[in-house]
């Protein structure tokens, strides 16, 4: 450390580099904004990996409502189907027509709502069609899933999969496929913003 005495050419003033005080340096003044720029470049990067796990998390759980909302309208095509009066079943020609079947004279539900799709958010979905009937539906999303093995019997065909819309919720086609048992996947929690 040193000090250094200031000269005085002047009438004293309130500075103290001119009323002769001594001046020390210790050379240290620049080490305190280092080790602060070194801090908050560290919570940068804690926030950033925060983020990260919380998308993560986010979408896990939308990939998880997802697979609840297609078992759902899977399960309201087959009832569709099997709801069908006399020897020729036929499927929806719209998704509406799971609230309120219009083939019958009394409300009969095989749908308790029409969900939006828990990747787009909006209530748009693929449809597969054999004619004018509804056989399947997909999400819409192109992005890649997390998840891409260990699905249930049901929905083998999801292991692998390149994109959300890759899961197609196929209604089964007869008495003998309905018999096999859909997975059961816990409702998903809501998320709140």
Known sequence: MTCTVAPREWAPTASPMRSGRPICVTGQGGFTLLALLFVIAG????????????????????????????DQYRRALESYHQASPG???????????????????????????????????SEEW??????????????LSTDPPLKTEGFPKTYEAFNGAGAYRDWVF????????????????PAPQPVFD
């Open 43 to 70: 919570l940068g990067v804690a926030l950033a990996a925060l983020g990260t796990a919380w998308e993560t998390a986010l979408r896990r759980e939308k990939e998880a409502e997802l697979l609840f909302v297609g």
């Open 87 to 121: 020897q020729d079943k036929h499927y929806p020609t719209r998704l509406k027509d799971l609230l309120a079947d219009p083939r019958f004279p009394n409300t009969v539900r095989h749908l308790r709502r029409l969900y939006r799709d828990p990747l787009g958010g």
């Open 126 to 139: 693929g449809l597969v069609k054999d004619g004018e009937e509804i056989v399947a539906i997909h999400s």
């Open 170 to 185: 196929t209604a089964a086609r007869g008495a003998d496929q309905t018999a096999d048992k859909a997975p059961q996947t």
